[in-house]
């Protein structure tokens, strides 16, 4: 079993900057990819950024594209998204989640991840 706890969410001005973290514990032996999600209000889930914890080889989703950065900090299993250029559209509750890796590409398909947080709310006020 995976326990996931996000934390680092808050209110933020639009172009503000926020660094969501997610600690990683109990039979965790880094075979993982970790994923960020996200949803919105009356929207569907959708992936944000995800990271394979063996080689380290990451995707973002197009919305995202260069304003997050999704990183792991190897020494505290944990997994960070920082987020830059904040934007109204941005505001969410944002979840981690980890699945099995299966190698190649970390997978954006939330079907696959077994292991999710409880979420952190970020909003983005305009």
């Known amino acids: 079993q995976v326990q996931l706890v996000e934390s680092g969410g808050g209110l933020v001005q639009t172009g503000g900057s926020l660094r969501l973290s997610c600690a990683a514990s109990g039979h965790f032996f880094g075979v993982y990819t970790m994923g960020w999600f996200r949803q919105a209000p009356g929207k569907e889930r959708e992936i944000v950024a995800a990271i394979n914890w063996s080689d380290g080889n990451t995707q973002y989703a197009h919305s995202v594209q260069g304003r997050c950065t999704i990183s792991i900090d190897y020494a505290k299993s944990m997994v960070h998204l920082q987020m830059n250029s904040l934007k109204p559209e941005d505001t969410a509750v944002y979840y981690c989640?980890?699945?099995?890796?299966?190698?190649?590409?970390?997978?954006?398909?939330?079907?696959?991840?077994?292991?999710w947080g409880q979420g952190t709310q970020v909003t983005v006020s305009s």
């Open positions: 989640a980890a699945a099995p890796n299966r190698g190649g590409e970390p997978t954006f398909d939330g079907r696959e991840y077994p292991y």
